[in-house]
């Protein structure tokens, strides 16, 4: 199944990447399909193109997750057995149908996010983690958008015996895209058809220490003969995201012919501020990706998509993203923090320099090259007529 994957989905950047002149695609939202009560959330984005159709499916039930299902039929369609979703065992209870249509299908799971700061032995102290499968979360029916195709996942701890989040949550914005372009906020992201945003945000939660960093940790579940593994991209322009030259991508790539199936791609930053600027960078970093040797909660779409095979026919592996400076003073001064990740099919796509940027150092490299050329033509010429005005003594 990976080669067929691999041929679509390199039809997919070629094609539906890009944009509205390329074909672009048509999305659609729906929130709980088939189910009348808000107490839970899926929520369901069908992204059709000239000739497949990429589907991504939303939930917090169990814990913070997308499913990517990629398809080679405008047709293909989502079915939900909520009866069975909500019990002990959801096994089977998501599918696509026709299931001869799918070529690819992962997952991304927000599973925990850890607090810690560290001390003077340069050790770090961790505080109780906070497991993002026994968070409360509130209907994102309310912040669902179907213009500007967004919806957010806002939750908190089920049991918060600290207090941190009297007056904070945590949540999960998501953006879905018709056609390619680049985000007007930093980090300014680039993105395609073909992709997905998310974005991660702590707003108003009370650190348990005076220097708290936070870390965000992030799993992955791909069929066996793909790995992950991520990619760090250095550039000299930081036009569109100020003081940020490194992109970090973290691709599914087929064992078979080292094809890109899939990719959550994030800028090595993240933002203290509602209305990010420059000055509100926090500092990014990505912590060993590896092999989980956990497993994911039960009751989540993860199990009901791909059933008892998950650690078998399927792998996972994980990776954490930490948030914060060295003394963690921008998340304790602002309490907020926001960070933006790409997520999709295909390739990644890649930052180039833009036509200002390049008529730039066109000139700067070109300026020195013409001042040398005319500085030469100038002593050549001077010599030239110091030679003909000299006279001979006979």
Known sequence: MAAAAALLLAALVAAGGGGAAAGGRQVSMQYNPGWNNSSVNLLHVRA???????????SSIGAPTVLLVATESRNST???NWNQLLSPAPAGAIWIDPPSSVVYSAAVVFTKVFEYSEAKTLEEFFYPTYDLSDFSWDSINRTLNHTALTAEFTGIPATDPSGSFSNGSLGFRVTAYEASGRDGPLPSLLHTANSSKVEFVLAGVAPRGNSSRFALEVAMVEETGVVQKLRSARSIDDEYTPTIFETLSLVAESQN????LSFLQWKATAYGSQTPRRE???????RGLQAANWTLPVSSIVHAYFGERVGSAYTISAINISFGGEDGKVYQEKRYLIWSALLGFGQPPKDTFS???ISIMAVALGTPMVML??????????QRKRYSEYEPIN
């Open 280 to 286: 509100d960078s926090i500092q990014c970093r990505s």
């Open 355 to 357: 036509p200002l940027v």
């Open 78 to 80: 989502l079915g939900i």
């Open 48 to 58: 059709v193109g000239p000739s497949d159709t990429l589907h991504y499916v939303w």
């Open 257 to 260: 012919d080292s094809s890109t």
């Open 373 to 382: 050329l005319v500085g030469s033509c100038v002593v050549l010429f001077a």
